[in-house]
């Protein structure tokens, strides 16, 4: 059974007076913009003070990591993931990705079963019946814990913050589809250039 731990606060914070925000007339050039106030800063220390009083609160008394819960949910939400999918939808590093699994299977949460051959060879992932049950009750306090700090924020606000992540997040992959893009286009050219420059018989 895990450890009871309090549960998160449903009250409102006490409101304290906002500085003035740095972005309001921000210009193309973001002219006297501080590295503190990068979005890239604001969303990094929101993503670790997330999972430093969120995640942990929840994973914690269960004895997993916030990296093994990641890898759990994911699995159990899509049922079936090979290693790369598993890999891309949390954002996860594969060598970390390649540990925790390691370590979920030796606890027989997770099993692991190869499929294809050659290329096209893929490390299936899913749950074992433990690990659907071990799921299954973190889930119900995930989603108790998530909703509290949700409620933390009016109707309104949450709307309007799915909304915003939502546009950065479409912003973020256009910039990365124009880049792969401008990466193929140059391909060829550094081929050609390092062709050229290669010694004879190379």
């Known amino acids: 059974m895990p450890r009871r731990r309090p549960t998160l606060s449903t009250e409102p914070p006490e409101l304290t007076p906002a500085p003035a925000c740095p972005w309001a007339d921000l210009d193309e ?58 890999a ?14 390691k370590l979920l299977e030796q606890r027989g949460l997770v099993q692991l079963q190869a499929s294809g051959r050659g290329r096209a060879r893929k490390l299936m992932c899913r749950l074992s019946p433990a690990g659907l049950d071990l799921h299954d009750q973190m889930i119900r306090v995930a989603r108790e814990r998530q909703a509290a700090m949700l409620r933390v924020l009016s109707t309104t606000e ?20 124009l880049h792969d893009a401008a ?20």
């Not at 913009?33 to 997330?50: G, K, P, Y």
């Not at 709307?159 to 256009?174: M, S, V, W």
């Not at 990466?183 to 190379?202: E, F, I, M, N």
Request: proline share 3%; hydrophobic share 40%; net charge positive.
């Open 158 to 177: 949450r709307q309007g913050l799915y909304q915003t992540l939502n546009k950065l997040k479409a912003e973020c992959a256009r910039q990365d589809r």
């Open 88 to 101: 891309q939808l949390s954002s996860t590093d594969k060598a970390l990705v390649s540990r925790t699994l």
């Open 29 to 86: 050039h973001g002219s006297g913009l501080s590295v503190d106030n990068f979005i890239s800063s604001w969303m990094n220390q929101l993503s670790h003070a997330l999972r430093r009083t969120l995640t942990l609160s929840y994973a914690e008394p269960f004895g997993v990591s916030v990296a093994e819960w990641r890898m759990l949910a994911f699995i159990a939400h899509e049922g079936q993931l090979s290693f790369s999918q598993l």
């Open 183 to 202: 990466h193929q286009d140059s391909a060829p050219l550094r081929d050609k250039v390092a062709r050229s420059s290669a010694p004879d018989g190379l």
